[in-house]
């Protein structure tokens, strides 16, 4: 089930891939393979980073994942839940949310055009209102004007 859908465009694709040391005497050292998408979000100036495994259901492959990279492509990515990591260094304090991806995948055409629509519409309506704003402004600065003292 997915809870939280997001659209940006990819930052970077950072390596996240650690070796996992065994519990039990006999186990072998295991690699896990793991990535750390970062998008950025339209008039949002945080950035958001996205944990996913690569070749699993629903994730692209690691070389996929290279290429949006370097052409910083408009991606959706879907998560079920939100980690945020909090600590100290050196008496400052710091926090990190992130979110584990249960998709990632590339916006379709037409779900590119819808977002571009979408962006547009929201900008249109946020000039309107600031205009509007402006013209109430220079009508009461200008009824108090022509009020005789």
């Not at 089930?1 to 970077?12: C, K, L, N, P, Q």
């Not at 891939?17 to 793991?34: L, N």
């Not at 100290?88 to 916006?107: K, N, V």
Request: net charge positive.
């Amino acid at each position: 089930m997915t809870y939280i859908r997001m659209f940006g465009r990819v930052e970077s694709v950072d390596d996240a891939s650690y070796d996992r040391e065994p519990k039990k005497a006999g186990e072998k050292k295991e690699h896990i393979e793991r990535y750390q998408v970062t998008i950025s979000i339209p008039k949002c100036a945080e950035f958001f980073k996205c944990d996913c495994t690569p070749g699993t259901t629903e994730m692209p492959k690691a070389s996929d994942m290279d290429t949006w990279e370097d052409n910083t492509t408009w991606i959706v990515c879907e998560a079920d839940s939100v980690r945020t990591m909090k600590g100290e260094t050196d008496g400052r304090a710091w926090s990190m949310t992130s979110y584990p991806a249960t998709r990632i995948a590339t916006l379709s055409a037409q779900e590119q055009q819808t977002l571009s629509t979408a962006r547009k519409a929201a900008k249109a309506k946020a000039k309107k209102a600031s205009d509007d704003r402006r013209a109430a402004r220079k009508a009461k600065k200008d009824a108090e004007l022509k009020q005789p003292a």
